[in-house]
């Protein structure tokens, strides 16, 4: 069972670049979230999805973009990234209830 | 809204002994749940140990276990007989039990450093 996937694991982009950053799971859950964890900080929330075709923003969604066709896959978008966007970004997927959160390993994305 | 608040931004405890975490929170509901998550070097968010905040028993997972007032809105972590393995970020987080949302909202985590 390999729960929560992430790739790619390291990216370093230009500024203006774009990429998606991918993620998956294999636990057949509706809620999947995208979070940020910059130096010294909590995780905070950019996107989250209830099912599929269902997405909102979150507390930081400025800059990125999500789409949800399955539900088993929740790709992060980054149109044109900004050095502000440098961070570890986690994707994160839950059962319905009170069943905790699963987390994917991460993403260290840096933008020079 | 709410909010999650660690006032100890780092922590250090000797092998085999025992160290408390402190963690309080900001909510007006009466129903959510509370986590604390383990975040070793290699950056993979690690759940310890959950409390339903309609249960007033304490939540214990072996060598961890908490410390829940709801009245005082503290969520405390103790980790007894510490050891190696142990040393890591460990964040708090709170999670309502309303709306669609139940995202997540974590402190601004404990670094813990344990000593041989």
């Known amino acids: 069972n390999a729960g929560v996937t992430q790739t790619p694991k390291f990216r370093i982009l230009k500024i203006g670049q774009s990429m998606t950053l991918q993620c998956t799971q294999d636990?057949?859950?509706?809620?999947m979230y995208w979070y940020r964890q910059d130096p010294g900080m909590g995780l905070k929330l950019i996107y989250y999805s209830v099912g599929a075709g269902i997405t909102d923003k979150g507390e930081v969604p400025n800059g990125y973009n999500v789409s949800r066709s399955t539900t088993e896959d929740f790709p992060l978008r980054l149109e044109l990234a900004a050095p502000s966007q440098t961070s570890v970004y986690f994707c994160?997927?839950?059962?319905?209830?009170?069943?905790?959160?699963?987390f994917g390993d991460g993403t260290r994305l840096s933008i020079l | 809204a709410q909010t999650v608040t660690q006032s100890q931004p780092e922590m250090s405890v000797q092998e085999a002994e025992t160290v408390t975490l402190s963690c309080t929170y900001d909510t007006s509901e009466s129903d959510y749940y509370l986590f604390w998550y383990k975040q070793p070097p290699s950056r993979q968010m690690i759940l310890v140990i959950r409390?339903?905040?309609?249960?007033?028993q304490n939540a214990t997972e072996n060598r961890f276990s908490v410390n829940f007032q709801k009245a005082a809105k503290s969520f405390s972590l103790k980790i007894s007989d510490s050891q190696l393995g142990d040393a890591a970020m460990y964040f708090c987080a709170y999670r309502s039990d309303r709306g669609a949302t139940n995202k997540l909202i974590f402190g601004t985590g404990t670094l813990l450093a344990v000593q041989p």
């Open positions: 636990m057949n859950h509706n809620y």
């Open positions: 994160a997927s839950r059962g319905g209830g009170s069943w905790p959160q699963h």
């Open positions: 409390q339903e905040a309609y249960k007033q």
